[in-house]
């Protein structure tokens, strides 16, 4: 390759040059989000050669983001983040390859988009989405580069980097409680370009193959005591195992339909070879008025399963679709091989309460 005088200060370095930037050229990144953490990370690594970066965001630029997200201007509200930030990165090195996917991450699409990049960068601020993203990543065997923020305070981790622990090792999935995002609790406009930073700090030496990688840690920054601490944690097999199951599953999942839309389910509900299970409370409505229902709370679902047949055909639903997707899981991770559960639970079927 040609290098100008826009990478000469890098390519100086021993650790890097022209070997390194080619490295860097060759490189494919997937950024998911371009809010706080993205926009620094897209900056850098656009400025820093990478040749080509995925940008993953359904969402549209609003005025309260600009305060932090410095790739944005005024003219940029109302305008999808991802063609905004193309156009942005597109100013500051018009070399790299900028793909952008106007979506937010999800089962259905996850293993589609992150399937031909190297390294994927975790720039979200929901847990449920940190989950999909940690699965695809150990099923795919990429590194996951994880960043959150709070207030003032951020942390940083990379999971699942040569074998290293998966952020389920360090966060166990116990419930669907998410913590506060910066929209209800509020951030300092500096702390998500500083963890975005060093994010894009870790992405490069991943690439270029030095360095100490922040795997089995993670770096909690204190922006009003302008501190470091270090926390410790180990690779936990059975939480490794649970996130290759899950990637598994979410690679599948074009391959094999584990979801139904309510017209379907409606169908299938007349069909008395069907097991509908309800997944909710015995107070949740509206009540579907099916001979063939049963109704077990997702909490002892796991009790249950012995008194099913494994080749039964059964559709699980409950009141929004999280608990029926996580009770699916369950059932094919033991082994059953008819089993489907209603996308959007069933509050998308506009029953009366009854």
Known sequence: ???????????????IGIIGQQKLLNAKVLVIGAGGLGCPVLQI???????????????????????????????DCGKKKVQAAKNAISRINPDVNVNVYPEFISESNIAKITNEYEILVDCTDTI??????????????KPMIYASIHKFEGQISVFNYKNGPSYRCLFPEKNTNEIPNCI?????????????MLQATEVLKIILG?????????????????????????????QIRIGIFKGELLENSEKENYEINKE????FCSNEKYTIIDLRELDEVPKLKINNVINISSRAIEKHLNQFDKNQKIILFCQSGLRSRKALSLFIENG???VVHLQ????????EVI
């Open 1 to 15: 390759m040609e290098h100008s005088k826009r990478y000469s200060r890098q390519v100086v370095l021993p650790e």
């Open 45 to 75: 690594l656009a400025a820093s050669g990478v040749g080509t970066l995925g940008v993953v965001d359904g969402d549209e630029v609003d005025m309260s983001n600009l305060h932090r997200q410095l790739l944005y201007m005024n003219e």
């Open 128 to 141: 449920a989405t940190r989950y999909l993203i940690n699965d695809i990543s150990l099923h795919y065997g």
């Open 184 to 196: 209800t609790s509020g951030v300092l406009g500096v702390l998500p370009n500083t963890l975005g």
């Open 210 to 238: 030095f360095g100490k990688i922040t795997s089995g840690k993670l770096l909690v920054y204190n922006a009003l005591n302008l501190s470091f601490s270090e926390l410790e944690f180990n690779r936990n097999e059975e």
């Open 264 to 267: 379907a389910f409606l169908e």
């Open 336 to 338: 059953f091989t008819n």
């Open 344 to 351: 959007k639970g069933i509050q998308s079927l506009q029953l």
